[in-house]
């Protein structure tokens, strides 16, 4: 420890003790600070030595961090679909809340993560992104066009002819991870073949052609035109996959088949591809789950290959799962670590919380806050289970939403709720939550109506929050998404860049791709990069 820093915490800490805080607070760890500070939040909060030690304390946790620059043995990508900055805001004001604080001081597990940045995610031909291109950026390291998913800008939406040309093809974290012997899988709430997913194995001219029916729907040849879900089962880097976890049977079933459920596949090739994917995988110790139990009573020690699909469609939201059928976020992100846990030089694994952006696009928030509540419990679970020595956590979003809170409503106001301030023009009350476009959209009589208003209650799951230009569902914003890192080179996602940077970033750290690396001297792998591209 240099003599400067030494002397800038002794200072810290008599400045500390001058306030008459006691020591062993002065070193709580932050889980206890956060308590601690919430309970004497009420009588602390008009001193102004509160304010001064809540400062000092995060002083001295920043000037504590050290660059860690092993080498990145795992990475979990952790996306939480739609989660703009706003998002984060109020999840943390409705934990908070739930927890009986008034919320505002409260953090999400991840927030406390040393590093933190901002990611730019606009397409190549779009100002405002899909869940699409994004994944194309955060996960190959190109950034792309709208709803095309693993191809470069060259290929527009729909052109299936560009999209078979190889040459636009660029390979995903898992395909760079794969090629150095790691294992790989990844997690998801939405169907295993939805955008985010799909971009860690797909190369696709259009987001939507999931299964072959999907694919004739748009009057194209599947037998051309490679469906997503054909895709992960039957080519690289999906195939080799030994996590698949997430919703979506209904894309992997033939027309005529009844699921676990009682749902109908939908694939008119008839080929039913998760007995292809058990066919593949009969020499090798694999197992197919459909519920909570089965993914429970899967030996994690024992298999190699675990598929487990637990939604004809995308999984239930949190609020209304069956829990005792449907596992949670947390619980697959858990089972995804202990399978790839097993691999003797690491793993890459890819974690999505989508429902987080569905319930957006219903502007129905209370379910939005919820879900990246359980997103954060599920990255919680990750960090126990790891160790920042030589794993590399990444938290980000894809994109934003038009979900704004607004107003000034009086400190620990219920976030869900109404605004405890009226609007100065017409007197009427209105949510602090609320969103830019979508299906909430109301004239502000509606407000004026005794009985209309007894009506709404925004704390409900499912309430529709108010917005302003009416749509069938609320889009996607344009805004910057938030990047927090911890583990192995976590310091390089500081700053704000291009949200294509991820991966690279990520490669750099865990020695995977063929970009640079902490592996492999800089200068020499730059002239080497240049020479092949």
């Known amino acids: 420890m240099g003599l400067n820093l030494l002397a800038i915490i002794l200072t810290l800490i008599l400045t500390v003790l001058l306030i008459g805080v006691q020591a062993d607070e002065y070193h709580s760890s932050g889980s206890e600070w956060r308590a601690r500070r919430s309970t004497r939040a009420a009588s602390g909060e008009q001193l102004a030595e509160f304010w001064n030690f809540d400062a000092q304390h995060r002083l001295l946790h920043q000037l504590s961090v050290r660059h860690n620059h092993n080498i990145a043995k795992n990475v979990i990508l952790f996306l939480g679909d739609g989660m703009s900055v706003a998002t984060l805001a109020a999840s943390r004001m409705y934990l908070g809340q739930l927890q009986g604080h008034t919320g505002e001081e409260s953090r999400l597990f991840f927030e406390d993560f040393p590093y933190t940045g901002l990611a730019k995610t606009y397409c190549v031909d779009k100002q405002v992104a899909d869940s699409a291109c994004t994944a194309t950026a955060y996960l190959t390291g190109v950034k792309a066009n709208y709803a095309t998913i693993g191809v470069t800008a060259a290929v527009k939406r729909y052109n299936c002819t560009s999209a078979r040309d190889t040459a636009t093809h660029v390979d995903s974290l898992a395909a760079w991870a794969q090629k150095t012997g790691k294992g790989t899988g990844f997690v998801t709430t939405a169907r295993v073949t939805h955008a985010s997913p799909a971009g860690v194995y797909a190369h696709t001219a259009n987001r939507d052609w999931e299964s072959d029916a999907d694919v004739v729907k748009s009057k194209e040849n599947p037998k051309m035109c490679q469906d997503i879900a054909s895709q992960l089962i039957n080519s690289d880097p999906g195939r080799k996959l030994k996590v698949i976890l997430g919703g979506g049977r209904n894309k992997l079933l033939p027309k005529g088949m009844v699921d676990e459920q009682g749902s109908k596949g939908e694939r008119i090739d008839g080929v039913n591809l998760i007995?292809?994917?058990?066919?593949?995988?009969?020499?090798?110790?694999?197992?197919?789950?459909?519920?909570?139990?089965?993914?429970?009573?899967?030996?994690?020690?024992?298999?190699?290959?675990?598929?487990?699909?637990?939604?004809?469609?995308?999984?239930?939201?949190?609020?209304?799962?069956?829990?005792?059928?449907?596992?949670?976020?947390?619980e697959m992100t858990v089972a995804a670590i202990e399978m790839l846990s097993k691999e003797k030089r690491g793993y890459f694994l890819f974690v999505e919380g989508a429902r987080i952006d569905m319930a957006h696009h219903k502007a129905k928030a209370h379910l939005a806050l919820d879900e990246t509540v359980q997103f954060a419990e599920a990255v919680r679970m990750a960090t126990e289970l790891t160790n920042a020595r030589d794993t590399l956590i990444v938290v980000t979003s894809d994109h934003s939403h038009t979900m704004t809170i607004s107003g000034y409503a009086e400190r620990g106001n219920n976030i869900l709720d109404f605004n405890s301030q009226r609007s100065n023009v017409d007197n009427l009350p209105y949510t602090t939550l609320m969103?830019?476009?979508?299906?909430?959209?109301?004239?502000?009589?509606?407000?004026?109506?005794?009985?209309?208003?007894?009506?709404?209650?925004?704390?409900?799951?499912?309430?529709?929050y108010p917005a302003h230009v009416p749509l069938k569902d609320e889009t996607h914003g344009g805004d910057d998404v938030a990047v927090f890192a911890n583990g192995p080179?976590?310091?390089?996602?500081?700053?704000?860049?291009?949200?294509?940077?991820?991966?690279?970033?990520?490669?750099?750290?865990?020695?995977?791709?063929?970009?640079?690396?902490a592996c492999r001297r800089p200068l020499a792998t730059y002239s080497t990069y240049r020479r092949k591209h």
């Open 489 to 517: 080179w976590a310091h390089l996602f500081v700053g704000m860049y291009e949200q294509n940077l991820i991966p690279h970033a990520i490669g750099y750290a865990s020695c995977i791709g063929e970009g640079l690396t």
């Open 275 to 330: 007995h292809e994917w058990m066919v593949q995988k009969k020499r090798r110790p694999s197992a197919y789950v459909s519920d909570r139990k089965g993914l429970m009573g899967v030996d994690t020690n024992s298999t190699e290959y675990l598929l487990g699909l637990f939604a004809p469609d995308h999984m239930d939201y949190n609020l209304e799962a069956q829990h005792e059928e449907q596992p949670s976020l947390a």
């Open 435 to 464: 969103y830019a476009n979508g299906p909430g959209a109301m004239p502000r009589a509606n407000f004026t109506d005794a009985q209309r208003l007894s009506q709404m209650n925004p704390t409900v799951n499912d309430f529709v």
